[in-house]
């Protein structure tokens, strides 16, 4: 059995995803979220409530492996800035907690997912819904850190 926590990380929303495998093709659903920041807050303040509530996730859920998708560079050099913080603050918290890292690309994700590398957030969460079933997951930030779990689960040839 292996518990893998996906994380789809952002400022303003980091999703993430939380599933064990048990076996070859067993994937169990555990539970996803997204953690949402106020904007109303300063920088750092945002930051300590992401490594606030990812720590008590840690905490709870006990994953054995991290994935996380790696950063990528937007038109806009101050989201990819403020996206770099919240990566780095996901990355401190699992390293505090000695949970090992595993980082892809968005485009390598979305392949091993759909199929596409350039699939779109509605693509992707129509595949994770058929890769796990009876699953209820209607935010594209958690979608993503399931697909990034699972990218990972096929990758590493757990599944």
């Keep these: 059995m292996t518990k893998i926590i996906g994380l789809d990380p ?9 599933i064990k495998i048990n076996g070859k093709s067993n994937v169990e ?10 904007t109303n807050q300063n920088i750092g303040e945002r930051l300590r409530t992401i ?8 905490s709870f859920y006990s994953p054995d492996i991290a994935a996380i998708e790696k ?10 800035l ?9 990355i401190l918290t699992l ?6 890292i595993n980082e892809y690309d968005a485009n390598y ?26 699953i209820d997951i209607k935010c594209h930030h958690a979608a993503d850190a399931l697909a990034t779990a699972v990218c990972h689960a096929y990758s590493a ?3």
């Design 10 to 18: 952002g400022i303003s929303n980091t999703g993430w995803a939380i």
């Design 29 to 38: 659903f555990l539970s996803s979220g997204t953690i949402s920041t106020n």
């Design 51 to 58: 490594f606030d509530q990812l720590n008590d996730l840690i």
């Design 71 to 80: 950063i990528f560079v937007n038109k806009n050099p101050k989201s990819s």
């Design 82 to 90: 403020t996206l770099g913080y919240a990566r780095g603050i996901a």
């Design 95 to 100: 390293n505090i907690a000695k949970v090992p």
């Design 109 to 134: 994700i979305k392949k091993s997912i759909t199929g596409n590398g350039h699939a779109n957030k509605s693509q992707i969460l129509f595949m994770v819904k058929q890769i796990i079933s009876n």
């Design 157 to 159: 040839a757990i599944m």
